[in-house]
């Protein structure tokens, strides 16, 4: 009777498959979801769901079908009345279409919205489409209908199945989501290279050796180690520190700390430079003129087996990128920051973009840049989906 | 048989938590535990065994466990030098198989709890071999040409901390459950459970300290259940006045492990 929720949870990207769909009818049949509305929504959970960054997107789809689902008398009565008189709605009626024109928001809209509406609200509102209050469809305010928006104090209610769904509390779980550290580290953990042709003292017991020796032996025991196998991925870090970069100082630390923490790699290196990579780079992120280093030393000495990561915005002044002689931290350079990135690519057939910040909507003069950097290096977002495109990039050979 | 966990004595159970054991034990389906460290997904399965009344046979994994080692072990090397000293019974191939966990559950005569905790830890591929086995329920083994079979099915809870991702194959098979961090009226009920008497005054300021620390923007590692009864314990014994708490906040190395996260609470201290 849902088979076409089955097939709406599969369109908006939930690996549900036949299998756990039989469960689900299974467990319906054995009434496990105790004949309420509230058990059956974490029974569908439970058993199609199963990671927390899909609980958000289960929420969305979860809303969208059941929200207007005409319930035939297979249904227990209970869910039938909770629907004819769902609680949420007995403040009186609002705006669809404000709900909708709303929940298309982004959130910088939102916020900005939020900002003036405090300004201009003097009183109490509950239940409208404009104003901060409780219910309703405007995106600020508690308990309303709107799926993003910002929630103005009070408890989160978490009783009944809608509002459950509702809050969308898992939104930050999402794959798409920026990232933390211990996300970080588990992405970074792709980066593995097994060799057993490392110089490591021989530690590790070898069977098939042992029993090959063994028999050679004429039965008399006689163990054989070997070495153990290491990973040799070695890691150059290359991060913009400081003006546009601030904003993002958090999300590029908790980065920061996962690549440092990750006691795997064979070799870690990091570098930080201002804007782009001219003539020196730095070994601190307050990038002293003490702390300073050629890059030519690093494009000699570190060699072309590192997997470089470069971490930057990618957003400045076009003179800044395109133009030599650029004068910064006491350094004078008559060669161009792209042509630095460029002897980088050349250099480390590895090496991947992050980039904290996405390509500028407003495009035009900040997006120059960003487009000029784009066009000779692979870019790819702080989110979990595209890091860890990144990192298979890095592993594999072009 | 109808079983039903209700949540034990030592553990406060949400109520969502309670219908993921049930709705497993219904299925006779894994139950795949995740969540914030120290949310308690490890004490699950010792309640459960406890609320049900059976045995509980717990298989930690490594990152060097694998699979086989669930199901029995083959000691050759013992076969081999019992050989060479002509002991008796080297004919017997199976006084050298031992049983492991998962060996250990399926034979059990009656239904036990087996709790493999932290599948995560080991390969990725550990999960995918062992899917027959948690399927079927019973395991081969060619050098005594035995086949051992659960008489029980066991209630199967495996928990996980998310380090790496498990397999589709694995996760179809389970029923999953994401422990959320307990707020402000099940910490309370928590605590109670851990200590006889708390002074209500002294639980109130603890637990405001405690969620005004995790809310904190930069703290790196929040502080989690057993950091807060751990602090509590230092508290009480430490005979702090409660009024200080707040505003001083004792022993904070007990709740935050690292100095970066002292240092950061300090400084929103000042500005409190």
Request: glycine residues 6%.
């Amino acid at each position: 009777m849902f088979t076409s929720f089955f097939y709406l949870l599969r369109a908006r990207g939930l690996k549900v498959s036949l299998n756990e769909w039989m469960s689900l009818i299974e467990a319906l049949d054995k009434g496990l979801h105790g004949s309420s509305f509230t058990g059956f929504y974490y029974l569908c959970r439970g058993i199609l769901v199963k990671s927390e960054a899909d609980f958000d997107k289960f929420d969305g789809a979860f809303l969208e079908y059941f929200k207007d689902m005409e319930f035939t008398d297979e249904l227990p009565q209970e869910l039938l009345d909770w629907l004819e008189n769902p609680n949420r709605h007995t403040d009186g009626q609002y705006d669809e279409a404000a709900l909708l024109r709303n929940a298309g928001l982004a959130e910088q809209e939102i916020q900005r919205m939020f900002l003036e509406r405090l300004e201009e609200q003097k009183e109490q509102h509950n239940g409208g489409a404009y104003w901060i209050g409780t219910r309703g469809a405007s995106p600020f305010g508690n308990n309303g209908d709107i799926s993003k928006g910002i929630r103005v104090g009070g408890e989160s209610k978490r009783r009944s199945a809608f509002q459950v769904a509702g809050e969308r509390k898992f939104r930050d779980f999402r794959q798409d989501n920026t990232l933390d550290t211990r996300q970080f580290q588990v992405a970074f953990r792709r980066l593995r290279q097994f060799s057993a042709r490392s110089d490591a003292a021989k530690t590790e017991f070898d069977i098939d050796g042992t029993i090959r020796e063994t028999c050679d032996n004429a039965g008399n025991l006689k163990v054989v180690y070997d070495k153990p196998r290491k990973n040799t991925v070695k890691v150059l870090l290359l991060m913009d520190s400081g003006g546009s970069m601030d904003y993002y100082s958090r999300m590029c630390s908790a980065l920061f700390q996962a690549v440092s923490k990750s006691n795997h790699f064979k070799d870690l290196q990091v570098f930080y430079f201002h804007n782009c990579i001219y003539s020196k780079i730095f070994k601190d992120p307050q990038m002293r003129p003490a702390s300073a280093i050629q890059t030519d030393w690093i494009l000699q000495n570190i060699s072309s087996e590192y997997k470089v990561i470069i971490v930057g915005d990618a957003q400045m002044d076009p003179s800044e990128l395109m133009e030599g002689s650029y004068y910064s931290y006491g350094a004078r350079d008559s060669v161009p920051g792209i042509e630095w990135l460029r002897r980088f690519k050349e250099k480390y057939p590895h090496i991947v973009w992050l980039n904290p910040s996405e390509r500028p909507y407003w495009g035009g003069w900040w997006a120059k840049t960003y487009d000029i950097i784009h066009k000779d290096f692979e870019m790819y977002r702080l989110t979990l989906d595209d890091l860890h495109t990144a990192l298979k990039k890095l592993m594999v050979n072009r | 048989m109808e079983q039903t966990f209700q949540g034990s004595k030592d553990y406060v159970a949400s109520q969502e938590l309670m219908r993921s054991v049930n709705i497993s034990i219904a299925l006779q389906k894994p139950l795949l535990i995740k969540g914030e460290p120290g949310t308690g997904k490890t004490m699950l399965a010792e309640a459960i065994s406890q609320a049900l009344g059976k045995k509980l046979i717990i298989w930690n994994i490594k990152s060097t466990t694998k699979a086989q080692d669930g199901l029995y072990v083959y000691d050759v090397v013992q076969r081999l030098y019992d050989s060479q000293f002509g002991n008796e019974g080297v004919d017997d191939i199976g006084k050298y198989v031992k049983l492991g966990k998962l060996g250990e559950a399926f034979s059990s005569e009656e239904q036990v709890i087996l709790l493999i905790d932290e599948i995560d830890k080991a390969d990725l591929e550990f999960p995918n071999d062992l899917l027959w086995e948690l399927d079927k329920m019973e395991f081969y083994i060619p050098e005594t040409k035995e086949t051992v079979k659960a008489k029980q099915r066991p209630i199967v809870i495996v928990t996980s901390n998310a380090e790496k991702e498990l397999p589709d194959a694995f996760l179809r098979r389970c029923i999953f459950h994401y422990i959320e961090f307990p707020d402000e009226e099940q910490m309370e009920e928590i605590i109670k459970v851990h200590f006889d008497h708390v002074e209500e005054h002294l639980l109130q300021q603890v637990l405001e300290t405690f969620y005004w620390i995790r809310g904190l923007y930069n703290i790196q590692k929040k502080p989690s259940t057993s950091e807060v009864i751990d602090w509590i314990h230092a508290l009480v014994l430490g005979g702090v006045d409660p009024d200080k708490i707040r505003e001083t906040v004792p022993f904070a190395g007990v709740l935050l492990k690292k100095n970066e996260d002292v240092d950061t609470m300090k400084r929103y201290m000042k500005n409190r």
